[in-house]
């Protein structure tokens, strides 16, 4: 596979490859924790991809102060870039948290931070099943 010049990518298309990256990741957990059924792996998904999810993540990321700097910077390309798409079932905040978010994973992921994405994977994980998403 050709590799893609993150620097230079915009922040829509690097929240196009975070957007994949980070669901595939969120359901290959869910099927580790024994989950067979569709209906119940898209319920269950919610709480970890969708706009409002991302946006009381990132929400927390920022009272954990977990992000570093390269990272707040990619979260601010994709957050800021000019979409031509409404958002679906939130507001126009929360959508652009998410896009800034996915734009954060793909930056992690073309720049080969596996364990770095890892590591914030399982963070996501933990604060979703520790309920604590469901108040921020």
């Known amino acids: 596979m050709e590799q893609l010049d ?3 990518m915009n922040g829509l298309s690097l929240a196009y490859i975070g957007d994949a990256i980070y669901e595939l990741a969120v359901r290959n957990h869910l099927v580790s924790l024994g989950l067979t059924k ?10 970890y991809v969708s706009a409002k999810a991302h946006a009381a993540l990132f929400d927390l990321m920022q009272t954990d102060q977990i992000l570093n700097e390269q990272e707040m910077l990619y979260f601010k390309r994709g957050r800021n870039a000019k ?4 958002a679906k079932n939130t507001n ?3 959508y652009r948290i998410s896009t800034g ?5 793909g930056y992690l992921y073309l720049s080969k931070q596996e364990e770095r994405l890892t590591e914030l ?3 996501i994980y933990e604060q979703v099943e520790s309920g604590r998403t469901q108040n921020a």
């Open 83 to 86: 979409s031509y798409t409404k």
């Open 101 to 105: 978010v996915e734009a954060m994973f």
């Open 121 to 123: 994977m399982n963070w």
């Open 6 to 8: 993150y620097e230079q």
């Open 92 to 94: 126009a905040v929360s």
């Open 38 to 47: 569709v209906n119940d792996l898209q319920k269950k998904s919610r709480h």
